[in-house]
Each structure stands twice: as structure tokens, then as C-alpha cells.
């Protein structure tokens, strides 16, 4: 099965860079949804590792949340979301809102 089937949400490539804080470390996003994300990193953490993330977005606060790496390979891990609060996700889910709008008119362009 394709993995975008598998997936429980859409996601989009950011219009630029997102970074994720976690303890040493600070990778970038590579693609996100409300459900979870995919993360460059050069030493992927091991499926099953629960870690807690910190997205920043735009000069908003970082969104905290708290993840479990699904599946790390080569230069890349996926994440799934597990607790966010819910005027987080709220927040998360209008920045990819408005990120699918932007990247639909231009693609009309």
C-alpha cells in the first residue's frame, strides 16, 4: 500500500523551512499534517523512540508536541503526532491550510 493511503491526514511540503527542537538536535521538516511529519535528520531516531518535539512555525510560539518515530530510514524519520494540546493543533492545522491555498493558486499560476 502507498504510504499516502496509509497516512490518517494529508500532508503538504512547507512554503519554507519548519525546524523541530529536540534535545540536541534541530532537523528540518521535510513534509506535515495534523496527523504527523516527516523529519531530515542525519541520525534518525529508532521506531518506537517517544520524543517530544517543539514546531516553529513563524514567529508564533513552538507548538509542543509529543511523537513516536514510526518508521527512520536513510536521512529521514516519521513521526506520528500523539498529544498535542488542542489550541495547537488548531494553530498547526490553519498554517497547512493556508500552506495547501498558497501552493494551490500558484500552482494555477
Not at 5 to 16: H, K, L, N, V
Not at 29 to 47: M, N
Not at 49 to 70: F, G, T, Y
Amino acid at each position: 500500500m502507498p504510504e499516502d493511503e496509509r497516512r490518517s491526514a494529508p500532508r503538504i511540503q512547507p512554503p519554507r523551512a519548519i525546524f523541530v527542537d529536540y534535545p540536541d538536535l534541530r532537523p528540518r521538516i521535510r513534509d506535515i499534517s495534523v496527523a504527523g511529519a516527516s523529519i531530515e535528520e542525519v541520525r534518525p531516531l529508532p521506531r518506537g523512540r517517544m520524543i517530544n518535539l517543539q514546531l516553529v512555525l513563524d514567529e508564533e510560539k513552538p507548538i509542543a508536541v509529543q511523537a513516536i518515530v514510526r518508521r527512520s530510514q536513510g536521512d529521514t524519520m516519521s513521526v506520528e503526532f500523539l498529544v498535542m494540546n488542542s489550541a495547537d493543533r488548531e494553530l498547526l492545522r490553519r498554517f497547512i491550510d493556508k500552506a495547501r491555498a498558497a501552493q494551490r493558486a500558484q500552482a494555477k499560476s
